[in-house]
């Protein structure tokens, strides 16, 4: 097995990694599990693809757009979600109204792009160095940067700052968070578009080399959510060591055993924890909604 | 004088014509669903379409109604429906394609995969709690499509099978075998949910602890629904596939499952007739926008959400709940009869103690919560364990009843060893009631006393989805029980109404009813009368002393001090996890020490005056 | 004496249970109030009505003379109302001092006033300044109470609500505590609305008291006139309140 392999599972790691961060930064203060997390990823994707190989107009429009674009799809995204689930009561609301959200936006998605397989612009850092005989992309380098960077952020975020200081009081008590002066709601609105900002990025740096269609918003949920898991639903670097494991170990089964086992054993190796460790490998157990 | 004569009986008729609404409405589907190949060979040149789109629907809405049961009922998260779906596509494709053999011998195969599978799968995350047992689900999912992507030899991989055929039946019989089936799985999901069986499972659903507290085995139940759901899944499965005439992996993708959950929340989760009627519209609306099928998804979406936040309870939910839907409003009626014998411990030895605890030591972290607790409860009488708040109280309640571990010490049921688990501790007939209520809210006041019965009832699932005289026998016997018990309690004209239209004061009676209903020894009752007015008081103390009088022994938890000293034998205070008095209510009220535990200790407080 | 807290015709429930009917309280400037009631009466109920966490469906709350009925509940914390909830809710994976923050959430912006509080609270309470790097989980039940009052006072509250404080404290940590509040009212002349089960002590620290009973208030009048009162002791024991 070459160097190439992990190069490759480093990358694709990083961005579950960013999925799983922001699966968790929306689930610890409502305790939703977002199943529309994965489609900012397609939007970033699909904004660099329609920018840069479309339109021609470059990366710096494009990554502008995609924040703009980001925080409008943060901001209806928890309309879709919260409202259903506020007004429902079901104990089922938060999985069907993200379900419900994720196959809306899949359908656009498919709708524009309908004719399109790969939303795959030209590289924002083009070329390579040589390392150990493998080729590293500068782009692959960049993502990886920028995810890491992320992490970091959020990490100092929720530590140093008041607010996200109000973060972590608000996942753990709301009632509390809200007599303590903390407004609930509007950190839950943040924490929406926070968490699709992040991961519209994932997609648009991802996108010159990662496959990502029009439909594959799900699949990077179930991926983000398995390294979420692994990692423990509680911090950025739970998430960080997750995301880095599933993609290591999705590029090196696809590499052993060709390409459909890859996601056989990765979902294989989500059973395995779920069943064996209820609270994941390094977490606190989330609650239920 | 006339007109209001005529007000009441024109809401009569209104009432009459719309317990028949249902049933006409069902009669004129059926007739229409019937003749329907012979209608669209007379109007179409399209027949074959039509029928298939009603086959096709038929085969959703036995998936939504196997869903129905996992997630309505049983309080399981599924998302591997799809998955089993799947599953018993392959098997009858297997079994017919690769292997020759006829249709149904696929179809007894896809049934036998849908309940190994889903029986597996429960049984591997029974730790796991609600959501992460949907994300178990959900990888399960996964690992049937994968693998049938992987498995070539077997399930013919990513283009999966193909010629999948119903050999020796023409497209119009299999129409109807398909109607047949749905019809059928509609009649084993009532008679499951209408038995003893089902109300066990909605029991668990509602409360595991509620549930075990009747006696009710959480796990055994749970894997019962789960794997008959997992069997009517791989049934629809099975049809799937004769119907369409291929099978391959993309069928079992959770992307497919949305159609099935905007069927189930439309129509209304946890209802008889919801999953039907929303795969109905569904079907209809599906049809009608078809010249724009690539807004389907998105149109299915944007109508989930816009159902969650409009009619939450789904259609036949909100039609229940609606002023014409629901069951008509009962009266109140004075109390009748006696209790039935059956639910009565019979001859009770007076010198042993129905219930005991001995040296209870109960930690939390470095917490005693309960620190040396003696506590000896006397059948026939009624025995009141107060203290202020968070004095342990119901962390002793907790440990008599095995819901905690305890630390140190023994719990005796009439002079045995208590068994370990809380659903042993019920079976050997000491009940309790939560502080918070349970109640199933959308069943009958009648059903919700019927569940309580569960414990004696010893007919399973087989006879109760065949109805065989075994259940109707027992069943016939379990509603008089029943009735007599709510004409005792004064709940007898409200035996029709939903549980959820009571007042607070008869959703507690309605508790304690179900309670007894397991025919108890021991009757333990946390804070019944929080919230209540005098009257309802009144009547829960003349329940109280009339399960005295028949050898039940009552623990009363209770802050309501004027009813604790009207109807209590004896009183054990708790004050910080240690008895500070035991004795009879006069007594204990004049003890110094549980007034300073009751009121504070002023003197203590430096520079008060 | 003006009125800093006016609660008025508060009707209010949850689902289809009404808890609360017509209660009425007031708490004056810098007056120390005292609200009694058997368990059920609705007490924390009145508290999530003041505090903004549940609506009343009728009836109306004004602070400070401004109406703060439909004012959310975590803009009531800036306005002036610090709260010592139930069981204390202090946030067990913050350590004391981030505990201590969040209580002057509202005050984030003014540094230097936050920092004013945070040494007075820690004066006040020396215990939790030599842990105030601890987590606030690893905290006695004692201590615990202590921080969610001085979390509390980082909003620089006028009015401090504290429900039934002394609950799972042993009697001297109670009778500890409850020298502080009195200590907070005297001394620094913050108004106190003080939901207590033990009634006695509750009475000897109060200006005026209400007593719940059953949603409705049953009685009211200064301290003295309620503790002379034979209503009061048999609610908590029983009895017939005419013996």
Redesign the interface.
Known sequence: MSAQVWIDGLFAGSVYALVALALAIVFQPTRV?NFAQGEPIVLGAAISYQVVALWQWGWPAALLVTLLLGVGMGLLSER?IM??VR???????W???T???A??F???F??RY?DVDSLRPKALAPGHVEVLGARLGWQQLLTIGVALTVMAGYDTFLRRT?YG??I??AS??G???????????RVILLSFVIAAVICAFAGALAAPILFIGP?SG?VFT?KG?TAA?IGGVGSPRGALAGGLLVGLLDAVVRNLAGA??G??VV??L??LI??AF?SGLFGK????? | MSASAKAPARTQVLHAALRWLPAALTAVAAAVLLAWPAITDFYSYNASYYNGLVASAAISAILTISLNMSMGYGGLLSMMHTGMQLLGGYAVAYMTVKQGLPWFAGVALAMLLGAVFSALVLAVSLRATYLYFGMITLAANLIVVEGGNAWESVTGGVTGIVGVAPGGLTKTQFYYVTLAVAALVYIVQRNVVRSGVGRAVMAVKESPDTAAAMGIRPTRTKTLIFTLSGAIAGLSGSLYALQLGFINPDVGILDNGLVFFVGLFLGGIGTLAGPVLGVAVIAIVVELIKDHARYTTLFLGCTLLLAMMLIPKGIVGTWRGSRLGRPPEGEDREPFGALPASVLPGAVDPDVPALQGRGLVKHFGGVKAVDGVDVSVAAGSVHGIIGPNGSGKSTTVACLTRFHKVDAGDVLICGEPAPGRPFAVAEQGVTRVFQAPHLFEQQSVLDNVLAGMRRREKYGAVSAILRLPRYRRREAVSRAEAANLLAFAGLSGRAAQLAGSLSHGQKRLLEVVRAVASGPRVLILDEPATGLVPAEIDALARLCRAFRDHGLAVVLIEHNMDFVMDVCDRLTVIDSGKVIACGPPAEVRADPAVLDAYLGRPDLVEDLN | MTALLEMTGIRAGYGGVRVLDDVAVTVGEGEFVVLLGPNGAGKSTTLKVLSGLLKPSAGAVSFAGGDITRVPGWRRVGLGIGHVPEGRRIFPDHTVLENLQLGGFPLRRSRARTQKLMDEALELFPVLAERRDQAAGTLSGGEAQMLAIARALMSDPKLLVLDEPSLGLAPLKAAELFSYIKRLHAERGISVLLVEQLALIALRLADRAYVLERGRIGLSGTAAEVEADPMVKSLYLGGDSAA
């Open positions: 599990m879709m409202l259903p007004l429902s009561g079901s104990r089922y609301a999985i069907i109204a379900l419900a959200a196959m809306i899949q359908a656009l498919t709708l309908f008041a200081r109000a972590r009081a753990h008590d009632d509390a968070a809200v007599i303590m002066g903390v407004p609930v709601r439909t799900l179930i959510f898991v459909t086992a996601d056989f979902f294989g989500l059973a779920l069943v209820p157990p989330m609650e239920a909604h």
